[in-house]
Structure formats: C-alpha cells, structure tokens
C-alpha cells in the first residue's frame, strides 16, 4: 500500500482495509488448512469487500488529481476558476 495512493482524509479508512485484507487471507488459509471450506469463503466475502473499497478509495484518489491538473492548467491559460464555480 502507498500512501500516496490516498487521499489524506481517507488514510485511516483505506489503512483499515488494508489490514483486513491481510487478515482474511491468513484466516481463509487456516480454515482452509482445517478444510473448512465455508469459512474460508466467507473470508474471501470479507476480503473482497475490503479489497473493492479499497478501490474505490484509490478511485476518489486519482480523481482528485485529475481535477487539480484540470484547474491548474486552466489558471494557466488565465481561466479565473472562482468566476467559473460561481457561474455553475
């Protein structure tokens, strides 16, 4: 995981996924060692929910840069960005 994958704000969120995901894996390969399958699955539920939010954090993440690089190459071209929000 890279911090910089991540808003700020979310950090603590994606870093308590993040530990999820770890932590059912290695429960999915204990039952798994003890062949019970249906808690296995059920961590592997669990792990892709983590995994899926995750994504969506790194998702919200990549958006938010691509929307400073749009502002700041407008700024570049002159473009006043408070007279725009207004307008919207």
């Known amino acids: 995981m890279n911090n910089s994958d991540f808003l700020e704000k979310d950090l603590p969120i994606a870093i308590k996924h993040y530990k999820c995901c770890w932590s059912c894996l290695y429960k999915a390969e204990i039952v798994m060692a003890n062949d019970e399958f249906e808690l296995a699955e059920a961590r592997m539920i669990d792990f892709q929910r983590s995994l899926n939010e995750l994504k969506k954090l790194?998702?919200?993440?990549?958006?938010?840069?691509?929307?400073?690089?749009?502002?700041?190459?407008l700024n570049n071209q002159g473009v006043?960005?408070?007279?725009?929000?207004?307008?919207?």
Do not use: G, P, T
């Open 80 to 88: 006043n960005i408070d007279k725009v929000a207004r307008i919207i």
């Open 58 to 73: 790194k998702q919200r993440k990549q958006q938010y840069d691509r929307m400073k690089a749009l502002i700041r190459e």
